[in-house]
């Protein structure tokens, strides 16, 4: 039986940049320079907290990072945002999820001095980062008595919409990371698959190779109803040459994934309707594929459907099963994604 998943951004983003290989090599490109120098790079740690407030979660991720940097520890706050566009208040976000870190190192921590944060947004929409990455920018002008008393600081910004993270090209871990996310709206996924996963030749680890190949082939099924077991299967053979073990890699990878009900066939799809007692005479043509490709996209994020949900959408005309399409991406309940 499928079982419930969260958000497939969030879900990927907090599989990968919680790895440490991940993280280290992401942070050490992306940070400045003189901040990156002076890092003591095997004192990196991750914290489990998020600052990000529920009801936002299913458009921005969070994880908070700590290092030692010369002679004290500093800490480097990392939220990704999914929406398709930049949004304006960033920079308020930032601020109060720093005074949150903050609170939290002087109740763990009382007596020290107050660490440092190196904020950087990771953005991963569909169009480019236009607003300034300082604060004060959301003021307007500020005259200058004004602005002593105004906070300040500037973040650092990783725009996937822009071209190839080429600063990552040493890293291979964190270039694919960074090009699944880039490419994850893209309207062939497949492709950009195809495009993608011969990255995994370049991790020497055998372990890491195979975590790395589900991870990334998880969060494009769950994202991507229009792939099916068919394409898995063939981009994984592509590479199956590899090594010895890959064969058995893709039968694991699968079943498994048929077990958790990220492959549902249209003719699979409809006999288990029929067994749920779900409504016949679906419309004809292209409203038929639209809800099915509705169905199936759901059940993949949140599990096996009730009637009420499989009711709703057989009944619903062209333009609304259009509409709950494209909100089910960032919906965190079927009630929401058809509202």
């Known amino acids: 039986m499928a079982q419930p998943f969260t958000d497939p951004h969030d879900r990927f983003f907090r599989e990968t940049f919680s790895r440490r290989d991940v993280a280290e090599g992401f942070l050490r490109n992306y940070l400045p320079t003189a901040v990156a120098d002076r890092i003591d790079w095997a004192s990196l740690a991750i914290a489990k907290d998020s600052f990000v407030e529920k009801a936002l979660r299913h458009h921005f991720s969070d994880l908070l990072y700590s290092a030692r940097h010369r002679n004290r520890e500093i800490k480097i706050y990392l939220l990704v945002e999914h929406k398709s566009h930049s949004d304006t208040w960033v920079a308020l976000q930032l601020l109060r999820y720093q005074v949150r870190i903050w609170e939290l190192h002087r109740k763990?921590?009382?007596g020290e001095y107050l660490p440092p944060i190196v904020p950087l947004v990771l953005y991963h929409g569909q169009q480019r980062w236009q607003i300034p990455d300082r604060f004060h920018a959301l003021f307007g002008v500020l005259d200058e008595d004004l602005a002593f008393y105004v906070p300040d600081f500037h973040y650092e910004l990783c725009d996937l919409t822009l071209p190839e993270p080429a600063k990552v090209r040493d890293a291979v871990l964190s270039r694919l990371v960074l090009l699944a996310l880039k490419h994850i709206f893209d309207p062939n996924p497949k492709q950009a698959l195809a495009g993608i996963l011969p990255l995994v030749r370049e991790i020497l680890n055998r372990d890491t190779t195979l975590e790395m190949l589900e991870v990334v082939l998880r969060y494009y099924v769950q994202a991507n109803p229009i792939l099916e077991e068919n394409d898995i299967r063939e981009l994984l053979t592509d590479i199956a040459n590899l090594e010895d073990y890959m064969p058995t890699f893709i039968d694991r990878y699968i079943e498994q994934g048929r077990q958790q009900g990220l492959f549902i066939g249209r003719q699979e799809g409809r006999q288990e309707g029929r067994q749920e007692g779900r409504q016949e005479g679906r419309q004809e043509g292209r409203q038929e594929g639209q809800a099915e490709l509705l169905l199936r996209l759901m059940t993949r994020k949140f599990?096996?459907?009730?009637?009420?949900?499989?009711?709703?959408?057989?009944?619903?005309d062209g333009d609304t099963l259009l509409r709950w399409s494209e909100q089910v991406l960032f919906a965190t309940t079927p009630d929401e994604a058809l509202r």
Request: hydrophobic share 25%.
């Open 108 to 110: 763990q921590k009382p």
């Open 303 to 316: 599990g096996p459907l009730s009637k009420k949900h499989r009711r709703l959408i057989e009944q619903a």
